[in-house]
């Protein structure tokens, strides 16, 4: 709510024009502070055969200002591709693998709004698009179906190929969103570290992701895992939930894998020794959950470019599951429908090469009028079916209610 009230009564004149008009932009929360980027002067559209080529392109180049920097995100299935991981003929969306801009402004919204900028003049389109429901949500599976892959994967751990796997559902309707709208509502009531929006010409994301997967400064390095749900209720605290977690044998066990799992993906880019976990089984709350969270810090070897950086840190093990490799292969075996966006990371790369990247949960995908939300929970050898079935929807439920 603080966030949120620091921007939305502020009246700029720039700034509602931009809402209201049709042209690009993405916001993304810094801190306690807001970034918006528009007036992209390149927008490269990542493939399988040109996201090498554009992640080796910033070793040489120098970061000067706000606008020296590409900003967009990567897709689940170009990852994948990536890591040589082989994908299974699935229903597909024909959405885009990835997309980075260049932005040629950037603003910043915190006690004051501050614009630099490269371009003189700017003009804009007025188009406001309201909200339209033209379908209700529905789920792309049932509890039956569900517990059926539940009942393979949990036959899986039990013969040891993996020790925990994500389970992905997907909820859709038809849909119209006025993305700004529905982002600035969704800062309102749950506002994650990793937030951000796109706005383009033919979609857009609206997200609250809370995990920062890769954040990289020199030759420092850092990850966040995520690993432990809690619904709140009106007698839960923060202190409650972390008694709760630390007492539960099921979220002990995932944290312990995914953090040891992050460490690992570390330590293949990291100097030896260098990998140290410095916040080990925090809490974090959100509006609707608390998420049981560690922090690792690593010092990069030399030599490392990005793109090794990339192919050892994403996809997210968080998200995936623990081993990440041969659970990637599972799961792509199983799974019917492309991934999209969810899983994938959103995030800039600098100039210099500094990076920052989340894991894309918690977020709506509207392309070609369809609204689509992606969560997963988590399965170990102890796991209940009907506890992760009902753990899916609790995540999706904050993003849901912005169509009410």
Request: net charge positive.
């Amino acid at each position: 709510m603080k966030d949120y009230k620091k921007h939305k009564p502020k009246f700029s004149p720039y700034l509602e024009n931009l809402y209201q008009s049709d042209k690009p932009m993405i916001i993304y929360k810094f801190g306690n502070k807001y970034k918006i980027f528009t007036d992209f002067s390149k927008k490269i559209i990542l493939n399988n055969a040109n996201i090498e080529r554009f992640l080796n392109s910033f070793s040489n180049k120098r970061y000067l200002k706000e606008q020296d920097l590409y900003i967009g995100f990567f897709g689940y299935e170009i990852l994948c591709n990536l890591s040589n991981i082989k994908l299974r003929d699935q229903k597909k969306t024909n959405f885009y693998k990835g997309v980075f801009y260049k932005p040629e402004t950037v603003i910043t919204i915190s006690n004051k709004i501050k614009i630099a900028s490269n371009v003189k003049k700017n003009k804009f389109n007025y188009k406001f698009n309201p909200t339209k429901i033209l379908s209700p949500f529905k789920i792309n599976t049932d509890f039956n179906k569900y517990k059926k892959i539940f009942n393979l994967f949990s036959k899986k751990i039990k013969e040891g190929e993996t020790y925990q796997i994500k389970i992905c559902t997907k909820y859709k309707n038809n849909s119209v969103i006025n993305p700004v709208n529905f982002f600035w509502k969704l800062m309102k009531t749950n506002s994650s570290p990793e937030s951000f929006m796109i706005r383009d010409k033919d979609y857009s994301i609206v997200s609250c992701s809370p995990e920062t997967l890769i954040e990289k400064k020199g030759l420092k390095l850092k990850t966040k895992p995520i690993a432990g749900t809690l619904k709140k209720n009106s007698k839960l605290n923060k202190l409650k939930a972390l008694n709760f977690f630390k007492n539960n044998n099921k979220e002990t066990k995932e944290h312990n894998m995914i953090v040891d799992m992050e460490r690992n993906d570390l330590s293949r880019i990291c100097k030896p020794g260098s990998v140290k976990l410095f916040k080990q089984k925090t809490v974090e709350e959100y509006k609707d959950l608390f998420h049981y969270v560690s922090l690792i810090k690593g010092r990069l070897k030399k030599n490392v470019q990005n793109i090794d950086i990339i192919k050892a840190m994403m996809p997210g093990g968080s998200v995936i599951g623990c081993p990440k490799i041969s659970t990637l292969r599972l799961l792509n075996k199983q799974e019917k429908e492309d991934r999209n966006i969810y899983t994938g990371s959103f995030g800039y790369i600098k100039f210099n090469g500094d990076m920052r990247f989340n894991i894309i949960i918690r977020s709506i995908l509207n392309f070609k009028n369809i609204s689509e939300i992606s969560v997963a929970s988590g399965v170990v050898i102890d796991s209940n079916a009907q506890h992760e079935f009902n753990e899916n929807y609790i995540k999706a439920k904050a993003l849901i209610d912005l169509f009410k």
